[in-house]
């Protein structure tokens, strides 16, 4: 069973930066698709960016300011946030997708999920 935790949440600065990990267990994420969500208090859940099989994607709140990388060794995807404005406050889910077909920025695709980590951006 593919388990998933995110770390590097925080307080930060308008206009700093914060790099979050999403590590995996129980399974390598070579045949995942790994997609980044958030959600702010009294929101629906977004979509922030994906990665898989060759495709990456980002929403374009974030669009040239973050940045997702994965690394299959360390079986951990990175979402690299820079430029971070009050707006980006919220808890960032990481969630994983079995397939070999690029990846969405859906929610409903995702079968394994994180329990999220905070992300506070505030002066």
């Known amino acids: 069973q593919l388990q998933l935790v995110e770390s590097g949440g925080g307080l930060v600065q308008p206009g700093g930066s914060l790099r979050l990990s999403c590590t995996a267990s129980?399974?390598?994420?070579?045949?995942?698709?790994i997609g980044w969500f958030r959600q702010a208090p009294g929101k629906e859940r977004e979509g922030v960016s994906c990665?898989?099989?060759?495709?990456?994607k980002y929403a374009a709140f974030v669009k040239g300011r973050f940045t997702i990388s994965r690394d299959n060794i360390k079986n951990t995807v990175y979402l690299q946030m820079n430029s971070l404005n009050p707006e980006d406050t919220a808890v960032y889910y990481c969630?994983?997708?079995?397939?070999?077909?690029?990846?969405?920025?859906?929610?409903?695709?995702?079968?394994?999920w994180g329990q999220g980590t905070g992300v506070t951006v505030s002066s």
């Open positions: 129980g399974s390598t994420l070579d045949h995942y698709a």
């Open positions: 990665i898989g099989d060759g495709t990456i």
């Open positions: 969630a994983a997708d079995f397939t070999q077909d690029g990846c969405s920025e859906y929610v409903s695709p995702y079968d394994y």
